[in-house]
Protein backbone atom coordinates (compact mmCIF):
# COMPACT_ATOMS: atom_id res chain seq x y z
CA UNK A 1 0.00 0.00 0.00
CA UNK A 2 1.59 3.43 -1.15
CA UNK A 3 0.27 4.68 2.15
CA UNK A 4 3.32 3.08 3.72
CA UNK A 5 5.63 4.80 1.21
CA UNK A 6 6.96 8.20 2.10
CA UNK A 7 7.48 11.17 -0.36
CA UNK A 8 11.63 10.04 -0.60
CA UNK A 9 10.64 6.31 -1.57
CA UNK A 10 8.54 7.79 -4.59
CA UNK A 11 10.81 10.62 -5.80
CA UNK A 12 14.01 10.16 -4.40
CA UNK A 13 15.93 11.68 -1.49
CA UNK A 14 15.84 15.26 -0.87
CA UNK A 15 18.54 17.50 -2.64
CA UNK A 16 19.54 20.91 -1.81
CA UNK A 17 18.48 23.20 0.89
CA UNK A 18 15.64 24.25 2.57
CA UNK A 19 16.00 27.96 2.70
CA UNK A 20 11.91 28.93 3.27
CA UNK A 21 9.37 28.44 5.36
CA UNK A 22 7.70 25.90 3.38
CA UNK A 23 10.57 23.62 1.81
CA UNK A 24 11.88 23.80 5.26
CA UNK A 25 7.95 21.59 6.04
CA UNK A 26 8.65 19.94 3.23
CA UNK A 27 12.00 18.87 4.00
CA UNK A 28 10.79 17.47 7.82
CA UNK A 29 8.26 15.64 6.07
CA UNK A 30 9.96 13.68 3.12
CA UNK A 31 10.91 10.63 4.96
CA UNK A 32 7.12 10.22 6.79
CA UNK A 33 5.22 7.61 5.23
CA UNK A 34 1.89 8.97 3.34
CA UNK A 35 -0.07 7.71 6.33
CA UNK A 36 1.67 9.34 8.97
CA UNK A 37 1.39 12.52 7.49
CA UNK A 38 -0.68 15.43 9.17
CA UNK A 39 -3.11 17.28 6.76
CA UNK A 40 -1.43 20.20 6.43
CA UNK A 41 1.62 18.11 4.73
CA UNK A 42 -0.45 15.71 2.40
CA UNK A 43 -2.34 19.50 1.59
CA UNK A 44 1.23 21.15 1.14
CA UNK A 45 2.50 18.30 -1.16
CA UNK A 46 -0.45 18.49 -3.08
CA UNK A 47 -0.54 21.76 -3.63
CA UNK A 48 3.32 21.92 -4.91
CA UNK A 49 2.79 18.81 -6.92
CA UNK A 50 5.14 16.84 -5.20
CA UNK A 51 4.01 12.73 -5.43
CA UNK A 52 1.00 14.16 -6.89
CA UNK A 53 -0.55 10.46 -7.17
CA UNK A 54 -0.30 8.73 -4.66
CA UNK A 55 -0.49 11.53 -2.37
CA UNK A 56 -4.12 12.47 -3.75
CA UNK A 57 -4.85 8.78 -3.28
CA UNK A 58 -3.88 9.17 0.24
CA UNK A 59 -5.87 12.59 0.57
CA UNK A 60 -9.19 11.22 -0.82
CA UNK A 61 -8.92 7.99 1.85
CA UNK A 62 -8.29 10.33 4.58
CA UNK A 63 -11.38 12.21 3.56
CA UNK A 64 -13.53 9.39 3.60
CA UNK A 65 -12.08 7.25 6.40
CA UNK A 66 -10.99 9.66 9.24
CA UNK A 67 -11.49 13.01 11.25
CA UNK A 68 -9.48 15.74 10.43
CA UNK A 69 -6.48 16.24 12.63
CA UNK A 70 -6.67 20.05 12.55
CA UNK A 71 -3.61 20.95 11.15
CA UNK A 72 -4.81 22.73 8.13
CA UNK A 73 -4.27 26.29 7.79
CA UNK A 74 -7.98 27.15 6.92
CA UNK A 75 -11.18 24.65 6.86
CA UNK A 76 -11.31 22.53 4.20
CA UNK A 77 -7.38 23.04 2.94
CA UNK A 78 -7.20 19.04 2.17
CA UNK A 79 -9.91 19.01 -0.02
CA UNK A 80 -9.20 22.12 -1.75
CA UNK A 81 -5.85 20.61 -2.63
CA UNK A 82 -7.78 17.34 -4.25
CA UNK A 83 -9.97 19.61 -5.96
CA UNK A 84 -7.32 21.69 -7.50
CA UNK A 85 -5.21 18.58 -8.68
CA UNK A 86 -8.72 16.97 -9.80
CA UNK A 87 -9.24 20.30 -11.99
CA UNK A 88 -5.84 20.54 -13.41
CA UNK A 89 -4.70 23.88 -11.94
Known amino acids: MTSN ?3 SKLSGPWCG ?11 EAWD ?3 A ?7 ATFL ?10 AEAK ?11 EYFDGQL ?5 RV ?3 Q
Request: glycine share 6%; with cysteine.
Open 36 to 42: KLNDLMV
Open 17 to 27: DAPTGLTQRCR
Open 5 to 7: LAV
Open 61 to 71: RRLEAQKRDDT
Open 79 to 83: LEAIQ
Open 47 to 56: NQGIAVTPML
Open 32 to 34: TPL
Open 86 to 88: ESG
